[in-house]
T-cell receptor, first 114, second 109 residues
Framework: NAGVMQNPRHLVRRRGQEARLRCSPM?????VYWYRQLPEEGLKFMVY????????ESGMPKERFSAEFPKEGPSILRIQQVVRGDSAAYFC????????????FGPGTRLTVT | DAKTTQPNSMESNEEEPVHLPCNHS???????IHWYRQLPSQGPEYVIH???SNVNNRMASLAIAEDRKSSTLILHRATLRDAAVYYC??????????FGQGTRLTINP
């Protein structure tokens, strides 16, 4: 059973460009979570999604950031008009509906904004 | 979310047991205690969780105090691969994980 997959693993964007980060949850997992880890800082929750629904987006910046988890396909975290402060590691996690205590994390996407 | 307190760092020797403490004096009756760890340059990894009773799995054991105001993660026989930052987290269910600073565990060969 493949683990959580994230791509790309490394992404370089210039200021003002868009970044799209993809997350394929583990097979059978319908809950997806996105976290961000800024350099030398701890992990911060961003958003929690179920298929086609955003359940909790309390950690998402109010502007430029959006997330989706469509009925088919991976979850997407989209950052428009990136700035240097968006440079971070972005981790996706997934869980089974009845096992939400056990979140399984992907390897992360390391975004660098130049 | 209820707050947890962990030592910033700990050190142990390979093949010895490790006891990682966590204080959570403001825990509520419905808070679960979770432990995750993050190895260098990797995503976090689920270790174990519990509510009231002690728990064991293939990775570790979780000892929960009777008043639930503290808990201890026990690695029975540390290996070099157990060197990581260990996070003690409280949640009430299918919610976001709120990561603190964790305990950086160093294992000496």
């Amino acid at each position: 059973n493949a683990g959580v997959m994230q791509n790309p693993r490394h992404l370089v964007r210039r200021r003002g460009q868009e970044a799209r980060l993809r997350c394929s949850p583990m097979k059978g997992h319908s809950h997806v979570y996105w976290y961000r880890q800024l350099p030398e800082e701890g992990l911060k929750f961003m958003v929690y999604l179920q298929k086609e629904n955003i359940i909790d987006e309390s950690g998402m910046p109010k502007e430029r950031f959006s997330a989706e988890f469509p009925k088919e396909g991976p979850s997407i975290l989209r950052i428009q008009q990136v700035v240097r402060g968006d440079s971070a590691a972005y981790f996706c996690a997934s869980s089974l509906p009845d096992r939400a205590h056990e979140q399984y994390f992907g390897p992360g996407t390391r975004l660098t904004v130049t | 979310d209820a707050k947890t307190t962990q030592p910033n760092s700990m050190e142990s020797n390979e093949e010895e047991p490790v006891h990682l403490p966590c204080n959570h004096s403001t825990i509520s009756g419905t808070d679960y205690i979770h432990w995750y760890r993050q190895l260098p340059s990797q995503g976090p990894e689920y270790v174990i969780h519990g509510l009231t009773s002690n728990v064991n799995n293939r990775m570790a054991s979780l000892a929960i105090a009777e008043d639930r105001k503290s808990s201890t993660l026990i690695l029975h026989r540390a290996t070099l691969r157990d060197a990581a930052v260990y996070y003690c987290i409280l949640t009430q269910g299918a919610q976001k994980l709120v990561f603190g600073q964790g305990t950086r565990l160093t294992i000496n060969p």
